[in-house]
T-cell receptor, first 111, second 117 residues
Framework: KQEVTQIPAALSVPEGENLVLNCSFT??????LQWFRQDPGKGLTSLLL?????REQTSGRLNASLDKSSGRSTLYIAASQPGDSATYLC??????????FGPGTRLSVLP | GAGVSQSPRYKVAKRGQDVALRCDPI?????LFWYQQALGQGPEFLTY????????KSGLPSDRFFAERPEGSVSTLKIQRTQQEDSAVYLC???????????????FGAGSRLTVL
């Protein structure tokens, strides 16, 4: 059974810092990995999707990498801003067509 | 529609009542997923449809939970005889369902928050 973990569970940083969020998964038989953002009381917003054949994806200040063989992905946020404060979740799409989510990392960026 | 629409946004039910939660996916999206998200946790898979076919219902926690998508578009998640442990946010998501390509961007609705008293 696929299991997804995320480290750290929570993170608080001053504005302007670069930071890395980590995601690990136990079964490398995946189609893709997606990073989401969730604001309190809201649904999930897709940030980046990395196909299983890709190594990384970039969007603005966000960069996500994927090492499928080791079961790891990282989300790099450059020059963090208070508006980045949210919970960040990673999810893998299994060959069984089921997305499995990690528990999330709660990020607070302090002005 | 432009996005995934869920209703109601908030539902309060007395223990033992039946509830129905509706999901209207993005037009043309083949795949539809239901997730349950408890406070402070990541979403947990409930069930998955491809068009009108329910291909995976392994995540439904009990036989009180039932989902349908009769015409391959709108889906309803029904919970019978609600219990307090059913209190959670129920999220619906849809995707193009281009299986095999790996390019499945999952688009979520805002969720339906169920509180069982």
């Amino acid at each position: 059974k696929q299991e997804v973990t995320q480290i750290p569970a929570a993170l608080s940083v001053p504005e302007g810092e670069n930071l890395v969020l980590n995601c690990s998964f136990t079964d490398s038989a995946i189609y893709n990995l997606q990073w989401f953002r969730q604001d309190p009381g809201k649904g999930l917003t897709s940030l980046l999707l990395i196909q299983s054949s890709q190594r990384e994806q970039t969007s603005g200040r966000l960069n996500a990498s994927l090492d499928k063989s080791s079961g790891r992905s990282t989300l790099y946020i450059a020059a963090s801003q208070p508006g980045d404060s949210a919970t960040y979740l990673c999810a893998v799409l299994n060959y069984g067509q089921n997305f499995v989510f990690g528990p999330g990392t709660r990020l607070s960026v302090l002005p | 529609g432009a996005g995934v629409s869920q209703s109601p946004r908030y539902k309060v039910a007395k223990r033992g009542q039946d509830v129905a939660l509706r999901c209207d996916p993005i037009s043309g999206h083949v795949s539809l997923f239901w997730y349950q998200q408890a406070l402070g946790q990541g979403p947990e898979f409930l069930t998955y449809f491809q068009n009108e076919a329910q291909l995976d219902k392994s995540g439904l926690p009990s036989d009180r939970f039932f989902a349908e998508r009769p015409e391959g578009s709108v889906s309803t998640l029904k919970i019978q005889r609600t219990q307090q442990e059913d209190s959670a946010v129920y999220l619906c998501a849809s995707s193009t369902g281009l299986t095999g390509s790996g390019a499945n961007v999952l688009t979520f609705g805002a969720g339906s928050r169920l509180t069982v008293l």
